[in-house]
């Protein structure tokens, strides 16, 4: 999946940088390998449609992305520098994005030359600041753990085990999942053998499981040891991705909360790491890592024609 990916980029920039007449500015930027299309309609505004979040994400005939991100004006957080719109390529939108909030974060810093910037999300109003050796570290706020936040379709005793039933016919041995919403839902399956449970085959069986009425990410985590986690995810809406930021939130919050690492913890996903900490109970989740701009272009405006028709 990697190499696809990156030799894909190099042939959009082409494209995008030399076909294009729709004027609008866009960047390719990532954050270990989650890669994004960002778009700032602060002083060109884009009236975005499912449509042109899917054309413009597409790989084979888009620019090819994870999200569409777009920066916009605050809506109801007065503080905030923009507010962040993540879009999936299946045309939905949702309320977070860790790794598109370091690489939005990283334009406001350089754009303002602030300290810390403030990022209006749907979930709500998160920060991001610069890290020592060229990281940006994100606070993505309080994990939300009751079954009706997450959200879960049937009240659970416990959402740092909930048990699928019945079983799947697929992974009959599937072992309960932990449930966090971080600005997303997650189900975190904690697991020691990913050929066994392979995450593209139940990935897109687990996301739209009757259990989770809004869809979910589903990850599987392997606790390598106490400070470290290898970690595979399937994304509600984009699929396998080389790495998601609120996963891995999701998946410290719940290793901490089962006494399986420390509170300080470094996800090894197959895009890069990232260093999550969070101090329990209702404190916020912290996540550092890089970021990395691709190329820049225009939007092609036969994308946006095309989504139209």
Not at 218 to 235: G, K, M, N, Q, Y
Not at 241 to 254: K, M, P, Q, Y
Request: glycine letters at 10%.
């Amino acid at each position: 999946m990697e190499s696809s990916k990156l030799a894909f980029s190099g042939e959009k920039s082409h494209i995008s940088s030399t076909m294009s007449t729709a004027g609008i500015h866009f960047r390719k930027m990532n954050g270990i390998g989650n890669d994004f299309v960002v778009i700032d309609t602060r002083h060109h505004a884009l009236a975005l449609t499912p449509a042109i979040a899917q054309a413009i994400a597409d790989r084979d005939h888009g620019i090819g992305c994870d999200q569409l991100i777009t920066i916009e004006p605050p809506r109801k957080v007065a503080d905030a520098d923009g507010f962040m719109g993540i879009w999936n390529p299946d045309g939905s939108e949702v309320g977070a994005c860790g790794n598109a909030t370091r690489c939005v974060g990283q334009i406001l810093l350089d754009e303002t030359g602030k300290d810390e910037v403030v990022i209006e999300t749907l979930r709500g109003r998160l920060t991001c600041a610069r890290a020592p050796g060229g990281l940006f570290t994100a606070d993505m706020g309080a994990p939300r753990l009751l079954a009706g936040e997450i959200p879960l379709s049937a009240p659970v005793p416990d959402t740092q085990a909930v048990d699928l039933s019945p079983a799947l016919a697929e992974a009959p041995d599937l072992p309960p999942f932990a449930a966090v919403n971080m600005g997303n839902p997650h189900a975190v399956f904690f697991i020691e053998d990913f050929t066994r449970f392979a995450p593209g085959v139940l990935g897109p069986l687990l996301e739209r499981h009757p259990m989770f009425p809004e869809r979910a990410n589903i990850s599987f985590a392997r606790v390598d040891d106490r400070e470290h986690i290898t970690l595979h995810v399937w994304e509600r809406g984009a699929g396998l991705t080389l790495a998601c930021g609120s996963a891995a939130c999701a998946t410290a919050v719940a290793a901490i909360r089962l006494g399986l690492t420390e509170r300080k913890v470094t996800i090894a996903l197959p895009g890069g790491a990232l260093t999550i900490e969070w101090p329990g109970g209702d404190a916020h989740v912290f996540m550092t890592g890089p970021t990395a701009l691709e190329f820049e272009g225009e939007l092609d405006d036969r994308l946006l024609a095309g989504a139209a028709a």
